[in-house]
């Protein structure tokens, strides 16, 4: 099956601060080498004191805009996911719309479904695409996480996003397929008013992660008749370095076809942003022809899978600076510092 | 505050200004009569480019609301597409010189409390960075 709709244009945005599992492990006592073999993150990127989830879908949303030569009034549909949205009530949506002069005839809401609200806008944006509702679609995942301090999580919450232009025009790669899978699984969670998520610890691995991103990887390719070996990429959810590489060995993909995407052992696990930005890395160095395969995961629990077909237009399209330039480019911090521009202590 | 604010998101989340045809000077803030053709103005809202150079700035070093980012620098910016604007640098003291190359962000200004408003806007970065 192919949809005939897909991606026009992509961007990404990642803090430029940086710090260590190494600095985190010195402050709380704990031993850095098995942290970092365990989770499989030896940083994390973190976002400066004026940057939070609304400013990093803008900057992706901008590198989208110009590197696509997008007309920002042609948008018609802005859906943002997050986990952690400035505010409760207040949409991150129409921040996006106004920064990016989109003018105020757009379809827009703020998405939430842990870390898969992201894809879930490319779900929602594509399908309007196909209906003949909207010629163009602005769908961002886009997080600044937070671990309570101590917690295991402190290694791996970051902040980043990832930005795509959904369109029928122009592509640079072809949405063939999409396909979810969702239970009610109380993996890790939230409550209203709470800073800092709690989660069930170890149960999050195999009735959480690793059976809904096998179920969507396996659903898509037997709704579609693909088999791994159809696909020259894949990239998972990265809630650290283990899992993703984990579930693509019992998919059947090597390292070779996952490593490009693998970017949680550098910035950390960027939550909605986590699987859309690997897979702007991926499509940073793709040809035309190559098929992607991209698992999202959203804890409470559910995921989203997609089939990706590399386009003749990403020849001509702008890729820099490409994802890996951006994980380079990081300044690293101390713990001071962190804690500081986290607002983990309160300043009068 | 809040009304004040609002009424002006337009041109702080995005380098909105005006542009005069009559003489082609641009402003920034927008202007609604050209100070240099007055009656004969002709002026047209304009997107700016993203980008433009340091000409002059400070480092502040004390301020009441910005205890969070302290030293931070104020520049004055001639932006590629004509008008000179002061904003925010955001960058290290050590990094920042007249003629650098930068490009504009979006960043918060500051929020009303913790369960007041948000402010966001325009600020700038050195060109090279992101
Ligand atoms: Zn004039």
Redesign the interface.
């Known amino acids: 099956m192919t949809l005939n709709a897909g991606i026009v244009s992509y961007g990404t945005h990642i803090p430029k601060y940086r710090i260590s599992s190494d600095e985190i492990a010195r402050i709380w006592g704990e031993n850095a080498e098995i942290i970092k073999n365990g989770l499989g993150v030896y940083q994390k990127a973190v976002p400066d004191v004026d940057e939070d989830t609304a400013t990093i879908a803008v900057e992706a949303a901008r590198e989208a805009i110009n590197r696509g030569n997008i007309h920002p009034q042609d948008i018609g549909a802005v859906y943002v996911g997050s986990e952690s949205h400035p505010y409760v009530v207040k949409p991150t949506s129409t921040i996006v719309g106004e920064a990016i002069s989109a003018g105020n005839d757009f379809y827009s809401a703020d998405l939430e479904f842990a870390c898969k609200a992201g894809t879930a806008g490319l779900q929602i944006c594509l399908s309007m695409i196909l209906s003949g509702m909207i010629d163009y679609g602005l769908a961002i995942g886009a997080d600044t996480s937070q671990g309570a301090p101590g917690d295991a999580l402190e290694y791996s919450a970051s902040a980043g996003g990832a930005a795509y232009i959904l369109g029928k025009r122009d592509l640079i790669a072809e949405i063939e397929d999409t396909y979810s899978f969702a239970t009610d699984t109380p993996d890790f969670w939230r409550r209203e008013g709470q800073p800092y998520p709690k989660h069930g610890g170890r149960f999050t691995g195999l009735p959480a992660y690793f059976r809904h991103v096998i179920s969507a990887a396996k659903g898509l390719m037997d709704k579609s008749g693909l088999n791994p070996s159809d696909f020259d990429y894949a990239v998972f959810h990265q809630p650290n370095g283990k899992f993703p590489v984990r579930a693509a060995k019992t998919l059947g993909f090597n390292m070779e076809r996952i490593k490009h995407g693998l970017v949680v052992p550098h910035i950390g696990n960027t939550y909605s942003g986590s699987s859309l930005i690997g897979l702007a890395a991926i499509l940073d160095i793709a040809k035309p022809s190559e098929r992607i395969l991209m698992v999202s995961f959203g804890s409470g629990a559910g995921s989203d899978a997609f089939s990706i077909t590399v386009e003749d237009g990403i020849e001509s399209f702008r890729r820099n600076p490409s994802v890996w330039d951006k994980i380079r480019k990081g300044v690293s911090i101390d713990y001071g510092i962190y804690v500081k521009m986290r607002k983990k202590i309160r300043v009068k | 505050m809040l009304p004040r604010f609002w009424r002006k ?2 041109y702080r ?2 380098l ?1 200004g005006s542009y005069c045809e009559n003489c082609g000077r641009s402003f920034y803030p927008p202007r609604n009569v050209c100070p240099n053709c007055r009656r004969k103005s002709n002026i047209r809202e304009i ?1 700016f480019g ?1 980008c433009g150079k340091v000409i002059s700035y400070s480092v502040v070093h004390d301020s009441e609301n910005t ?3 302290k030293p931070y620098i104020v520049a004055m910016i001639k932006l590629d597409d004509g008008p000179v604007i002061t904003s925010q640098l ?1 960058c290290s003291p050590d990094e920042v010189q007249t003629g650098m190359r930068v490009r504009k ?5 500051g929020e009303e409390g913790e369960s007041g408003i ?1 402010y ?1 806007g325009t ?1 700038f970065v050195p060109a090279d ?2």
């Open positions: 998101i337009k989340y995005d909105v997107r993203d205890r969070m980012r955001v962000v979006f960043r918060k200004y948000i966001y600020k960075s992101e």
